[in-house]
């Protein structure tokens, strides 16, 4: 009984390690449809992003035109107070019974006078400032026509890759899925660990003429017998990736001849 169970272990061991090899197959194909993809969904997501701040920049703009134009409305109406003010200095000064009164509403005229004039340079200066921020509104809107335009075509370009790699991506996921339950979770989340810090998305690798199949630096003899017994999930004490042996990863393994001597024959001459 004891024997039974112990075999079954190993078994599953054994089960756990090729289902992770294909796994990483599975994971591998899948990194590769996204390379065919390359920088296209980034560059999609950057001109959107492009498209919203240009489009809260005309916001700005708008909001500042809106500004203006109610300065304006206000230092309408403070020209007309102002005007209606110097009228009325005027019928004052008609009747005024000495010099310290016309004086006095003289200056009060000259002083409206100057606010007047103060404020028709602020509404000069107001609707120069809404022209400008028109104008930046129609060069902001070339921009998103523009960007807009890049945008279409991008996602285009994305949906036909999508499109024709997006079945084969679907099974592969599927495939994957299936393949980690078939994994204990303590394994599992190591190659996800390993896989994410690993420059070329490598979480398992074989052994091939005697190396790991990920760094490429020399495995012991002995550790090479431990990997194929699997009775034990064996990592490259170099590169931290997980270890199997080419026979159970399904590859041959290519032996290294070693070079012969060929020994020249030698002619012995009888006389």
Partial sequence: MATDKKHDKERSVEERLAALYKLQT???EVDRIKNVRGELPL???DLEDDIIRLKTRIQNFQDEIDK???LINVKKGDIEA????????DEQINNVRNNREFAFLEKEKEFETLEI??????IRDAKARIEEKEADIER???EISDREHNLSEKKNELHDIISETKQEEEKLLLQAKELESKID???LNAFKRIRKNARNGLGIVSVQRSACGGCFNRIPPQRQLEIKMHKKVIVCEYCGRILIDGALAGIEEVKVEQPTTKRRARRTTKE
């Fill in 26 to 28: 599975c994971l591998s």
């Fill in 117 to 122: 004039e103060l404020a028709e340079k602020n």
């Fill in 140 to 142: 902001t809107k070339e």
């Fill in 43 to 45: 560059e999609v997501k």
């Fill in 68 to 70: 203006q134009n109610d």
């Fill in 185 to 187: 979770d303590y394994t």
């Fill in 82 to 89: 102002r005007k209606n003010k110097i009228e009325r200095y």
